[in-house]
Protein backbone atom coordinates (compact mmCIF):
# COMPACT_ATOMS: atom_id res chain seq x y z
CA UNK A 1 0.00 0.00 0.00
CA UNK A 2 3.11 2.39 0.62
CA UNK A 3 4.43 1.86 -2.58
CA UNK A 4 1.35 2.45 -4.64
CA UNK A 5 0.81 5.76 -2.56
CA UNK A 6 4.52 6.97 -3.05
CA UNK A 7 3.88 6.12 -6.77
CA UNK A 8 0.86 8.49 -6.92
CA UNK A 9 2.93 11.18 -4.77
CA UNK A 10 6.31 11.09 -6.79
CA UNK A 11 5.98 8.96 -10.28
CA UNK A 12 5.61 10.80 -13.70
CA UNK A 13 1.64 11.72 -14.29
CA UNK A 14 2.13 10.37 -17.96
CA UNK A 15 3.44 6.69 -16.93
CA UNK A 16 0.97 6.61 -13.83
CA UNK A 17 -1.83 7.16 -16.16
CA UNK A 18 -1.20 4.50 -18.20
CA UNK A 19 -0.12 1.85 -15.48
CA UNK A 20 -3.57 2.25 -14.09
CA UNK A 21 -5.96 3.66 -16.87
CA UNK A 22 -5.01 0.80 -19.33
CA UNK A 23 -6.15 -2.51 -16.88
CA UNK A 24 -9.42 -0.19 -16.02
CA UNK A 25 -10.34 0.47 -19.86
CA UNK A 26 -9.97 -3.60 -20.43
CA UNK A 27 -11.86 -4.73 -18.09
CA UNK A 28 -14.56 -1.92 -19.34
CA UNK A 29 -14.08 -2.82 -23.11
CA UNK A 30 -14.77 -6.66 -22.19
CA UNK A 31 -18.11 -5.94 -20.67
CA UNK A 32 -18.94 -4.13 -23.31
CA UNK A 33 -18.60 -7.38 -25.23
CA UNK A 34 -21.66 -8.51 -23.93
CA UNK A 35 -24.36 -6.11 -26.10
CA UNK A 36 -22.26 -5.81 -28.90
CA UNK A 37 -21.04 -9.52 -29.54
CA UNK A 38 -25.28 -9.87 -29.28
CA UNK A 39 -25.76 -7.58 -31.56
CA UNK A 40 -23.27 -8.67 -34.65
CA UNK A 41 -24.29 -12.50 -33.85
CA UNK A 42 -28.25 -11.88 -34.07
CA UNK A 43 -27.92 -8.58 -37.06
CA UNK A 44 -26.10 -11.61 -39.20
CA UNK A 45 -27.63 -14.83 -38.28
CA UNK A 46 -31.49 -13.47 -37.36
CA UNK A 47 -31.57 -10.19 -39.15
CA UNK A 48 -31.50 -6.58 -38.97
CA UNK A 49 -35.06 -7.11 -37.52
CA UNK A 50 -33.57 -8.68 -34.63
CA UNK A 51 -31.29 -5.54 -33.74
CA UNK A 52 -34.50 -3.73 -33.01
CA UNK A 53 -35.31 -6.45 -30.60
CA UNK A 54 -31.96 -5.79 -28.80
CA UNK A 55 -32.27 -1.84 -29.43
CA UNK A 56 -35.76 -2.04 -27.11
CA UNK A 57 -34.84 -4.41 -24.74
CA UNK A 58 -31.30 -2.34 -24.02
CA UNK A 59 -33.14 0.06 -21.74
CA UNK A 60 -34.69 -2.75 -19.43
CA UNK A 61 -31.58 -4.27 -19.12
CA UNK A 62 -30.08 -0.64 -18.75
CA UNK A 63 -32.63 -0.84 -15.23
CA UNK A 64 -31.68 -4.22 -14.40
CA UNK A 65 -27.91 -3.34 -14.72
CA UNK A 66 -28.45 0.37 -12.36
CA UNK A 67 -29.82 -2.08 -9.38
CA UNK A 68 -26.68 -4.53 -9.66
CA UNK A 69 -24.20 -1.23 -9.90
CA UNK A 70 -26.32 0.23 -6.90
CA UNK A 71 -25.77 -2.80 -4.72
CA UNK A 72 -22.14 -3.48 -6.27
CA UNK A 73 -21.03 0.29 -5.24
CA UNK A 74 -22.25 0.91 -1.97
CA UNK A 75 -21.70 -2.49 -0.64
CA UNK A 76 -17.47 -1.96 -1.62
CA UNK A 77 -17.53 1.11 -0.29
CA UNK A 78 -18.55 0.13 2.98
CA UNK A 79 -16.50 -2.92 2.58
CA UNK A 80 -13.55 -1.11 2.03
CA UNK A 81 -14.10 0.70 4.77
CA UNK A 82 -15.05 -1.76 7.49
CA UNK A 83 -11.63 -3.63 6.00
CA UNK A 84 -9.55 -0.39 6.08
CA UNK A 85 -10.74 -0.40 10.21
CA UNK A 86 -10.07 -3.96 10.34
CA UNK A 87 -13.57 -4.95 11.02
CA UNK A 88 -13.62 -7.99 9.31
CA UNK A 89 -16.65 -9.47 10.99
CA UNK A 90 -18.56 -6.19 9.47
CA UNK A 91 -17.23 -6.62 6.01
CA UNK A 92 -18.55 -10.17 6.12
CA UNK A 93 -21.89 -9.05 7.50
CA UNK A 94 -22.18 -6.09 4.15
CA UNK A 95 -21.70 -9.04 2.01
CA UNK A 96 -24.00 -11.15 3.09
CA UNK A 97 -26.23 -8.70 2.92
CA UNK A 98 -25.40 -7.29 -0.37
CA UNK A 99 -25.73 -11.28 -1.82
CA UNK A 100 -29.63 -10.96 -0.20
CA UNK A 101 -30.24 -7.48 -1.56
CA UNK A 102 -28.89 -8.07 -5.27
CA UNK A 103 -31.10 -11.82 -4.85
CA UNK A 104 -33.96 -9.34 -3.84
CA UNK A 105 -33.93 -6.99 -6.30
CA UNK A 106 -33.52 -8.89 -8.75
CA UNK A 107 -36.03 -11.22 -8.29
CA UNK A 108 -38.77 -8.83 -7.59
CA UNK A 109 -37.81 -7.20 -11.21
CA UNK A 110 -38.03 -10.83 -13.05
CA UNK A 111 -41.36 -11.51 -11.35
CA UNK A 112 -42.49 -7.77 -12.64
CA UNK A 113 -41.00 -7.90 -15.93
CA UNK A 114 -42.39 -11.29 -16.87
CA UNK A 115 -45.85 -10.40 -15.72
CA UNK A 116 -45.59 -7.06 -17.52
CA UNK A 117 -43.78 -8.15 -20.54
CA UNK A 118 -45.50 -6.48 -23.25
CA UNK A 119 -46.79 -3.69 -22.25
CA UNK A 120 -42.83 -3.24 -21.01
CA UNK A 121 -42.02 -3.78 -24.58
CA UNK A 122 -44.24 -1.08 -25.89
CA UNK A 123 -43.34 1.57 -23.64
CA UNK A 124 -39.49 1.11 -24.33
CA UNK A 125 -40.23 1.35 -27.89
CA UNK A 126 -41.03 -1.60 -29.60
CA UNK A 127 -43.31 -1.95 -33.00
CA UNK A 128 -45.72 -4.85 -33.63
CA UNK A 129 -42.77 -6.01 -35.68
CA UNK A 130 -40.36 -6.52 -33.50
CA UNK A 131 -42.33 -7.04 -30.65
CA UNK A 132 -41.92 -11.11 -30.97
CA UNK A 133 -37.89 -11.10 -31.10
CA UNK A 134 -38.14 -8.45 -28.26
CA UNK A 135 -40.42 -10.71 -26.26
CA UNK A 136 -38.69 -14.02 -27.06
CA UNK A 137 -35.24 -12.14 -26.03
CA UNK A 138 -35.96 -10.27 -23.21
CA UNK A 139 -38.67 -13.22 -21.03
CA UNK A 140 -34.91 -15.55 -21.38
CA UNK A 141 -33.07 -11.96 -19.63
CA UNK A 142 -35.79 -11.83 -17.05
CA UNK A 143 -35.35 -15.62 -15.99
CA UNK A 144 -31.65 -15.37 -15.81
CA UNK A 145 -30.95 -11.86 -14.66
CA UNK A 146 -30.65 -13.24 -10.65
CA UNK A 147 -27.11 -14.49 -12.18
CA UNK A 148 -26.16 -11.59 -14.36
CA UNK A 149 -27.29 -9.41 -11.96
CA UNK A 150 -25.12 -11.26 -8.85
CA UNK A 151 -21.87 -11.56 -10.73
CA UNK A 152 -21.89 -7.58 -11.55
CA UNK A 153 -22.58 -6.68 -8.26
CA UNK A 154 -19.84 -9.25 -6.60
CA UNK A 155 -17.12 -7.98 -9.13
CA UNK A 156 -17.12 -4.59 -6.87
CA UNK A 157 -17.04 -6.17 -3.30
CA UNK A 158 -14.26 -8.41 -5.00
CA UNK A 159 -12.25 -5.29 -6.26
CA UNK A 160 -12.94 -3.46 -3.19
CA UNK A 161 -10.82 -6.20 -1.21
CA UNK A 162 -7.93 -4.99 -3.48
CA UNK A 163 -8.05 -7.90 -5.74
CA UNK A 164 -9.11 -6.52 -9.61
CA UNK A 165 -7.30 -9.35 -11.23
CA UNK A 166 -10.22 -11.58 -10.10
CA UNK A 167 -12.59 -9.50 -10.60
CA UNK A 168 -11.14 -8.56 -14.39
CA UNK A 169 -10.79 -12.30 -14.95
CA UNK A 170 -14.56 -13.20 -14.18
CA UNK A 171 -15.62 -10.77 -17.06
CA UNK A 172 -13.38 -12.05 -19.39
CA UNK A 173 -15.03 -15.81 -18.69
CA UNK A 174 -18.59 -13.89 -19.06
CA UNK A 175 -17.57 -12.30 -22.28
CA UNK A 176 -15.46 -15.35 -23.40
CA UNK A 177 -18.50 -17.48 -22.99
CA UNK A 178 -20.41 -15.30 -24.46
CA UNK A 179 -18.78 -15.20 -28.07
CA UNK A 180 -18.34 -18.64 -27.86
CA UNK A 181 -21.79 -19.68 -27.08
CA UNK A 182 -23.63 -16.89 -29.46
CA UNK A 183 -22.68 -18.49 -32.85
CA UNK A 184 -23.40 -21.76 -31.23
CA UNK A 185 -26.75 -21.51 -29.91
CA UNK A 186 -28.11 -18.84 -32.93
CA UNK A 187 -26.15 -20.48 -35.97
CA UNK A 188 -26.09 -24.53 -35.17
CA UNK A 189 -29.01 -24.71 -32.86
CA UNK A 190 -31.23 -22.25 -34.66
CA UNK A 191 -32.44 -20.21 -32.20
CA UNK A 192 -32.28 -17.04 -33.00
CA UNK A 193 -32.89 -14.13 -30.73
CA UNK A 194 -33.40 -16.71 -27.69
CA UNK A 195 -30.12 -18.45 -28.55
CA UNK A 196 -28.89 -14.87 -28.14
CA UNK A 197 -30.42 -14.44 -24.70
CA UNK A 198 -29.23 -17.76 -23.78
CA UNK A 199 -25.50 -17.29 -24.24
CA UNK A 200 -26.00 -14.29 -22.41
CA UNK A 201 -27.36 -15.75 -19.51
CA UNK A 202 -25.17 -19.15 -19.07
CA UNK A 203 -21.98 -16.61 -19.60
CA UNK A 204 -22.92 -14.68 -16.41
CA UNK A 205 -23.56 -18.16 -14.78
CA UNK A 206 -20.04 -19.34 -15.56
CA UNK A 207 -18.83 -15.72 -14.40
CA UNK A 208 -21.13 -16.16 -11.23
CA UNK A 209 -19.80 -19.98 -10.76
CA UNK A 210 -15.82 -18.79 -10.67
CA UNK A 211 -17.06 -15.76 -8.37
CA UNK A 212 -18.38 -18.12 -5.56
CA UNK A 213 -15.53 -20.32 -6.10
CA UNK A 214 -13.14 -17.54 -5.48
CA UNK A 215 -15.49 -16.30 -2.55
CA UNK A 216 -15.19 -19.97 -1.25
CA UNK A 217 -12.01 -20.79 -1.75
CA UNK A 218 -10.04 -18.98 1.34
CA UNK A 219 -8.03 -16.65 -0.88
CA UNK A 220 -10.95 -14.08 -0.07
CA UNK A 221 -10.65 -11.93 2.85
CA UNK A 222 -14.51 -12.22 2.52
CA UNK A 223 -15.64 -15.25 4.58
CA UNK A 224 -19.64 -14.90 4.25
CA UNK A 225 -21.20 -17.70 6.36
CA UNK A 226 -25.47 -18.46 6.57
CA UNK A 227 -25.67 -15.85 9.91
CA UNK A 228 -24.12 -13.34 7.29
CA UNK A 229 -26.82 -13.30 5.32
CA UNK A 230 -29.76 -12.38 7.82
CA UNK A 231 -30.97 -9.12 6.30
CA UNK A 232 -29.78 -5.87 8.69
CA UNK A 233 -31.68 -2.86 7.67
CA UNK A 234 -28.93 -0.66 9.29
CA UNK A 235 -26.26 -2.08 6.69
CA UNK A 236 -29.18 -2.46 3.72
CA UNK A 237 -29.69 1.27 4.01
CA UNK A 238 -25.76 1.91 3.97
CA UNK A 239 -25.67 0.01 0.97
CA UNK A 240 -28.59 2.06 -0.70
CA UNK A 241 -27.78 5.16 0.25
CA UNK A 242 -24.14 5.21 -0.75
CA UNK A 243 -24.74 3.21 -3.98
CA UNK A 244 -27.40 5.66 -4.60
CA UNK A 245 -25.36 8.06 -7.08
CA UNK A 246 -24.37 5.68 -9.16
CA UNK A 247 -27.62 3.44 -9.57
CA UNK A 248 -29.12 7.31 -10.54
CA UNK A 249 -26.20 7.72 -13.17
CA UNK A 250 -26.80 4.06 -14.87
CA UNK A 251 -30.65 4.45 -14.74
CA UNK A 252 -30.57 8.00 -16.37
CA UNK A 253 -28.84 5.66 -19.72
CA UNK A 254 -31.99 3.31 -19.13
CA UNK A 255 -34.49 6.29 -19.19
CA UNK A 256 -33.04 8.29 -21.98
CA UNK A 257 -32.71 4.49 -23.91
CA UNK A 258 -36.56 4.23 -23.41
CA UNK A 259 -37.28 7.74 -24.29
CA UNK A 260 -35.10 7.76 -27.51
CA UNK A 261 -36.54 4.37 -28.58
CA UNK A 262 -40.13 5.46 -28.05
CA UNK A 263 -39.88 8.61 -29.99
CA UNK A 264 -38.10 6.83 -32.96
CA UNK A 265 -40.71 3.81 -33.04
CA UNK A 266 -43.25 6.85 -33.65
CA UNK A 267 -41.21 8.58 -36.24
CA UNK A 268 -38.95 6.28 -37.86
CA UNK A 269 -40.09 3.13 -37.64
CA UNK A 270 -38.48 -0.33 -37.78
CA UNK A 271 -35.07 0.69 -39.65
CA UNK A 272 -34.68 4.32 -37.30
CA UNK A 273 -34.48 1.38 -33.90
CA UNK A 274 -32.25 -0.94 -35.74
CA UNK A 275 -29.47 2.02 -36.64
CA UNK A 276 -30.15 3.59 -32.90
CA UNK A 277 -28.98 0.14 -32.11
CA UNK A 278 -25.80 -0.28 -33.88
CA UNK A 279 -24.92 3.63 -33.34
CA UNK A 280 -25.27 3.22 -29.54
CA UNK A 281 -22.89 -0.36 -29.56
CA UNK A 282 -20.13 1.52 -31.53
CA UNK A 283 -20.11 4.78 -29.39
CA UNK A 284 -19.95 2.43 -26.70
CA UNK A 285 -16.54 1.78 -28.01
CA UNK A 286 -15.36 5.21 -28.40
CA UNK A 287 -16.79 6.07 -24.99
CA UNK A 288 -14.73 3.00 -23.14
CA UNK A 289 -11.19 4.26 -23.78
CA UNK A 290 -12.16 7.73 -22.21
CA UNK A 291 -13.69 6.28 -18.95
CA UNK A 292 -10.57 4.14 -18.58
CA UNK A 293 -8.87 6.89 -18.90
CA UNK A 294 -10.79 8.77 -16.08
CA UNK A 295 -11.04 5.69 -13.78
CA UNK A 296 -6.83 6.12 -14.01
CA UNK A 297 -7.30 9.68 -13.05
CA UNK A 298 -8.99 10.04 -10.16
CA UNK A 299 -6.68 7.59 -7.76
CA UNK A 300 -3.72 10.24 -9.10
CA UNK A 301 -5.72 13.25 -8.21
CA UNK A 302 -7.29 12.48 -5.13
CA UNK A 303 -4.23 11.65 -3.75
CA UNK A 304 -2.43 14.62 -4.27
CA UNK A 305 -5.02 16.82 -3.90
CA UNK A 306 -5.36 15.17 -0.24
CA UNK A 307 -1.53 16.13 -0.04
CA UNK A 308 -1.85 19.22 -1.16
CA UNK A 309 0.42 18.59 -4.35
CA UNK A 310 -1.76 20.76 -6.62
CA UNK A 311 0.51 21.19 -9.84
CA UNK A 312 0.40 17.80 -9.94
CA UNK A 313 -3.44 17.49 -10.18
CA UNK A 314 -3.46 20.38 -12.57
CA UNK A 315 -0.66 18.30 -14.71
CA UNK A 316 -3.13 14.95 -14.08
CA UNK A 317 -5.84 17.36 -15.52
CA UNK A 318 -4.34 18.75 -18.83
CA UNK A 319 -2.74 15.05 -19.67
CA UNK A 320 -5.93 13.27 -18.97
CA UNK A 321 -7.96 16.00 -20.85
CA UNK A 322 -5.58 15.82 -23.81
CA UNK A 323 -5.36 11.99 -23.85
CA UNK A 324 -9.20 11.62 -23.57
CA UNK A 325 -9.57 14.23 -26.76
CA UNK A 326 -6.71 12.54 -28.71
CA UNK A 327 -8.51 9.15 -27.93
CA UNK A 328 -12.19 10.37 -28.74
CA UNK A 329 -10.76 12.03 -31.97
CA UNK A 330 -9.18 9.37 -33.40
CA UNK A 331 -12.31 7.12 -33.01
CA UNK A 332 -14.32 9.84 -34.77
CA UNK A 333 -11.67 9.96 -37.46
CA UNK A 334 -12.63 5.91 -38.03
CA UNK A 335 -16.01 6.08 -38.03
CA UNK A 336 -16.03 8.81 -40.52
CA UNK A 337 -13.62 6.97 -42.56
CA UNK A 338 -15.57 4.52 -42.83
CA UNK A 339 -19.21 4.24 -41.88
CA UNK A 340 -20.26 1.45 -44.86
CA UNK A 341 -17.46 -1.06 -43.08
CA UNK A 342 -18.86 -0.67 -39.50
CA UNK A 343 -22.81 -1.08 -40.38
CA UNK A 344 -21.69 -3.93 -42.54
CA UNK A 345 -20.48 -5.81 -39.44
CA UNK A 346 -23.44 -5.76 -37.94
CA UNK A 347 -26.19 -6.48 -41.18
CA UNK A 348 -26.33 -6.51 -45.32
CA UNK A 349 -29.56 -4.41 -45.68
CA UNK A 350 -28.55 -2.04 -47.57
CA UNK A 351 -31.53 0.31 -46.49
CA UNK A 352 -29.80 0.26 -43.23
CA UNK A 353 -26.41 0.80 -44.11
CA UNK A 354 -27.60 3.71 -46.87
CA UNK A 355 -29.78 5.37 -43.78
CA UNK A 356 -27.27 4.72 -40.79
CA UNK A 357 -24.15 6.50 -42.55
CA UNK A 358 -25.62 9.44 -42.10
CA UNK A 359 -27.13 9.46 -38.74
CA UNK A 360 -23.92 8.13 -37.52
CA UNK A 361 -21.90 11.22 -38.56
CA UNK A 362 -24.11 13.33 -37.19
CA UNK A 363 -24.58 11.64 -33.91
CA UNK A 364 -20.74 11.77 -33.70
CA UNK A 365 -19.85 14.86 -34.90
CA UNK A 366 -18.99 16.61 -32.08
CA UNK A 367 -17.03 13.29 -29.80
CA UNK A 368 -14.17 14.90 -30.33
CA UNK A 369 -14.36 16.97 -27.64
CA UNK A 370 -16.36 15.18 -25.37
CA UNK A 371 -13.40 13.73 -23.18
CA UNK A 372 -13.52 17.37 -21.70
CA UNK A 373 -16.87 16.66 -20.01
CA UNK A 374 -15.89 13.02 -18.76
CA UNK A 375 -12.72 14.59 -16.87
CA UNK A 376 -14.73 16.73 -15.50
CA UNK A 377 -17.30 15.08 -14.13
CA UNK A 378 -14.32 13.00 -12.83
CA UNK A 379 -12.48 15.11 -11.35
CA UNK A 380 -15.17 16.51 -8.99
CA UNK A 381 -15.37 13.11 -7.85
CA UNK A 382 -12.11 12.43 -6.81
CA UNK A 383 -12.33 15.94 -4.96
CA UNK A 384 -14.96 14.66 -3.26
CA UNK A 385 -17.24 17.42 -4.19
CA UNK A 386 -20.77 16.09 -4.29
CA UNK A 387 -23.03 18.77 -5.97
CA UNK A 388 -20.44 19.41 -9.18
CA UNK A 389 -19.92 15.98 -9.35
CA UNK A 390 -24.04 14.94 -9.34
CA UNK A 391 -24.57 17.88 -11.76
CA UNK A 392 -21.90 17.30 -14.10
CA UNK A 393 -22.69 13.23 -14.04
CA UNK A 394 -26.02 14.07 -15.32
CA UNK A 395 -25.72 16.64 -17.36
CA UNK A 396 -24.93 15.45 -20.95
CA UNK A 397 -27.17 12.78 -20.75
CA UNK A 398 -30.32 13.49 -18.24
CA UNK A 399 -30.55 17.51 -18.53
CA UNK A 400 -29.52 18.26 -21.38
CA UNK A 401 -30.16 15.35 -23.99
CA UNK A 402 -33.97 13.90 -22.81
CA UNK A 403 -35.47 17.46 -22.84
CA UNK A 404 -33.73 17.87 -26.26
CA UNK A 405 -34.81 14.80 -27.77
CA UNK A 406 -38.65 15.54 -26.39
CA UNK A 407 -38.59 19.45 -27.77
CA UNK A 408 -36.33 19.30 -30.82
CA UNK A 409 -38.78 16.94 -33.05
CA UNK A 410 -42.05 19.01 -32.27
CA UNK A 411 -40.12 22.21 -33.38
CA UNK A 412 -39.50 23.82 -37.14
CA UNK A 413 -40.49 20.55 -38.63
CA UNK A 414 -37.04 18.81 -37.59
CA UNK A 415 -39.34 15.51 -36.90
CA UNK A 416 -36.81 12.52 -36.93
CA UNK A 417 -33.85 15.04 -37.73
CA UNK A 418 -34.54 16.64 -34.29
CA UNK A 419 -33.48 13.50 -32.60
CA UNK A 420 -30.27 12.94 -34.39
CA UNK A 421 -29.28 16.54 -33.84
CA UNK A 422 -29.90 16.19 -30.07
CA UNK A 423 -26.58 14.19 -29.52
CA UNK A 424 -24.46 16.34 -30.71
CA UNK A 425 -26.03 19.45 -29.21
CA UNK A 426 -26.09 18.08 -25.48
CA UNK A 427 -22.42 17.43 -26.06
CA UNK A 428 -21.44 20.95 -26.96
CA UNK A 429 -23.72 22.20 -24.42
CA UNK A 430 -22.46 20.10 -21.88
CA UNK A 431 -18.43 20.61 -22.51
CA UNK A 432 -19.21 24.28 -22.77
CA UNK A 433 -20.51 24.26 -19.07
CA UNK A 434 -18.42 21.56 -18.04
CA UNK A 435 -15.03 24.17 -19.16
CA UNK A 436 -17.15 26.86 -16.40
CA UNK A 437 -16.83 24.56 -13.70
CA UNK A 438 -13.20 23.75 -14.88
CA UNK A 439 -11.94 27.15 -15.32
CA UNK A 440 -13.51 27.79 -11.60
CA UNK A 441 -11.73 24.94 -9.89
CA UNK A 442 -8.15 25.62 -11.32
CA UNK A 443 -8.75 28.71 -10.11
CA UNK A 444 -9.31 27.96 -6.77
CA UNK A 445 -6.44 25.27 -7.49
CA UNK A 446 -4.10 28.15 -8.63
CA UNK A 447 -4.54 30.35 -5.22
CA UNK A 448 -4.12 27.48 -2.78
CA UNK A 449 -0.82 26.40 -4.71
CA UNK A 450 0.58 30.05 -4.61
CA UNK A 451 -0.79 30.36 -1.26
CA UNK A 452 1.13 27.32 -0.02
CA UNK A 453 4.51 28.08 -2.10
CA UNK A 454 4.26 31.54 0.06
CA UNK A 455 3.66 29.51 3.23
CA UNK A 456 6.87 27.40 2.87
CA UNK A 457 8.64 30.40 1.79
CA UNK A 458 8.09 32.14 5.15
CA UNK A 459 8.49 29.05 7.09
CA UNK A 460 12.03 28.72 5.33
CA UNK A 461 12.68 32.08 5.80
CA UNK A 462 12.15 31.50 9.49
Do not use: C
Amino acid sequence: MKEISARLGKEKISKLLISLSVPATMGMIVNALYNLVDTIFVGRGVGAIAIGALTVSFPIQMIIMAFAIMIGMGSASAISRSLGAKNVERADNITGNSFVSIVFFSSVIAILGLTFTEPLLRLVGATDTIMPYARDYITIIFYGSVFRSFAMSTNNLIRAEGNAKVAMISMIIGAGSNIVLDPIFIFIFKLGVKGAALATIIAQFFAFLYIMRYLYSGKSSLKVKFHHLKPRLDIIKEIITVGMASFFRHISGGIAGIIVNSSLSILGGDIALIVVGILHRVTMFIFMPLFGVVQGMQPIIGFNYGAKKYERVKETIKISILVTTLLATLGWFFIELFPSLIFNIFTSESEVVEKGIPVIRIVISMIPVIGIQIVGAALFQSLGKAVPTLILSLLRQVLLFIPLVIILPRVFGLGIMGIWISYPIADVLSVILTVFYLRSELKKINLWFHGSVVREGLADSI
